[in-house]
């Protein structure tokens, strides 16, 4: 889990930096071609991490723990990680102007899968496929800003939104795995 957080930190500081060099407020609005490369590196090994962690965690869960929810109302562990599948396929990719991995009527049925070998099936697709897209992405179309959630954000801003999202979700997976008595496989 140090490690996981070591590397948000280290994105976190480095957007911060990236942000803070250029002080003009117009020239806010604008990221060099460099300082995006820096950002999608440092935001792909923090994904490498997650899908690892995503991954290790649907592997620790019994199959009859999948449909398993804290309460009701609440996302079962299955659709935790279909969610984080999702976001590979579409919600991660997209931030950066990226194609999505899935179509739509795909996409519907992802929170209904809770068969453990098509979960991590999944989650192996869908990070690959989110890392294969920014890694296809050309920097100089990521320097300024764009609509993102209904509000313009540069890209160290997007990859700020989407990598707190996703650490979000691996927390409550952890959450439900100590709730199990399940050890997440990096802990032992």
């Known amino acids: 889990m140090v490690k996981g957080l070591n ?3 280290v994105l976190a500081a480095a957007a911060a930096i990236i942000l803070g ?13 460099e300082s995006v490369a ?9 994904l490498n991490v997650m899908k690892d962690k995503f991954i290790g965690l ?7 723990k999948y449909t ?4 009701e109302g609440v996302r079962s562990v299955s659709e935790v990680l279909m969610l984080a599948a999702s976001e590979g396929y579409g919600f991660i990719p997209s931030g950066f102007g990226g194609k999505p991995g899935a179509t739509p009527e795909q996409m519907k049925q ?6 453990k070998a098509q979960v991590i099936d999944h989650l192996n697709k869908a990070f690959a496929h989110v890392t294969s897209q920014l890694a296809s992405i050309d920097n100089a179309t990521l320097t300024g800003k764009r609509n993102f959630l209904r ?11 989407i990598g707190g999202d996703l650490h979000e979700h691996l927390g409550q997976l952890i ?11 990096w802990s032992k």
């Open 110 to 115: 992802l929170p209904s899968i809770t068969d």
């Open 151 to 161: 509000q313009d954000r540069s890209a160290a801003n997007v990859a700020l939104t």
């Open 68 to 71: 398993w929810r804290p309460m």
């Open 21 to 33: 060099v250029t002080t003009p407020a117009r020239a806010q609005d604008v990221m060099t071609k």
């Open 7 to 9: 590397r948000l930190a």
């Open 38 to 46: 820096e950002l999608k590196t440092s935001f792909i090994a923090d």
């Open 58 to 64: 649907a592997q620790a869960f019994p199959q009859d």
């Open 175 to 185: 959450a439900y795995a100590r709730m199990n008595k399940i050890v997440p496989p």
